[in-house]
């Protein structure tokens, strides 16, 4: 069956280190998403891609970087983590505006 | 711009029903609902779309006001199985979803 995975599921870091979150899919869809989520804010866009080579920066997108080099994965890289990263982190993906996102289990990002 | 949910929480007891609004300010191409369970990924539940059509659960019902950018999430006759957090989410025909800060909802037998 087609799915969506993260990994790592749990990750504990320190301030200054470089992390990348890993995101595959096996649909085949275009549009990846990546999102974090935090008590009291729901879930917020960090960046977004349309297919391979296009990347888009989200609503809280300082701090992290994506690529997109083939359909499958869109890894989400935090450049120096920071304490305010500390959250969970959503990849999703989608056919198109009228088709549901389907959403990775996460990953829970603690840095130290 | 994220969307405004109300309420923030609700408790039902089995069988009751609640509605929780999503309103924008924003003209809007679709609106999405996603129910979480805690500790895990949302789920998808409905869609949404401008000009009236509807695409997800057939036990789960809403309504979307182009004119006002609002739409409502109508549980009826709650199970114990609808409690999580629901989140709406808004799409302005690129694809891109702004999410609610989401409605707890705990239903008690």
């Known amino acids: 069956d087609a799915e969506i995975t993260q990994s790592p599921r749990h990750k504990i870091t320190e301030t200054g280190r470089q992390v990348t979150l890993a995101c595959h899919q096996t649909?085949?869809?275009?549009?990846m998403f990546w999102y974090r989520q935090d008590l009291g804010h729901g879930l917020r866009l960090i960046h977004y891609s349309y297919g391979v080579q296009d990347t888009n920066k989200g609503e809280v997108s300082d701090g992290y970087s994506v690529s997109r080099s083939n359909t499958e994965d869109l890894p989400l890289t935090l450049e120096s983590a920071a304490s305010s990263q500390t959250s969970v982190y959503f990849c999703?993906?989608?056919?198109?505006?009228?088709?549901?996102?389907?959403f990775g289990p996460g990953t829970r990002l603690t840095v130290l | 711009q994220q969307p405004v949910q109300s309420p923030q929480a609700v408790i039902l007891r089995e069988g009751e029903d609640a509605v929780i609004n999503c309103s924008s300010s924003?003209?809007?191409?679709?609106v999405h609902w996603y129910r979480q369970k805690h500790g895990e990924a949302p789920v998808f539940l409905m869609i949404?779309?401008?000009?009236?059509e509807q695409k997800g659960h057939e036990k789960i019902s809403a309504s979307f006001n182009e004119k006002k950018q609002q739409s409502s999430l109508y549980l009826t006759a709650s199970q114990l199985s609808y409690s999580g957090t629901y989140f709406c989410?808004?799409?302005?025909?690129?694809?891109?979803?702004?999410f609610g800060a989401g409605t707890t909802v705990t239903v008690r037998a």
């Open positions: 989410g808004t799409e302005r025909g690129d694809y891109k979803l702004s």
């Open positions: 649909w085949n869809h275009n549009n």
């Open positions: 999703a993906s989608s056919w198109d505006s009228v088709n549901e996102q389907f």
């Open positions: 924003k003209a809007l191409y679709s």
């Open positions: 949404l779309l401008k000009g009236g």
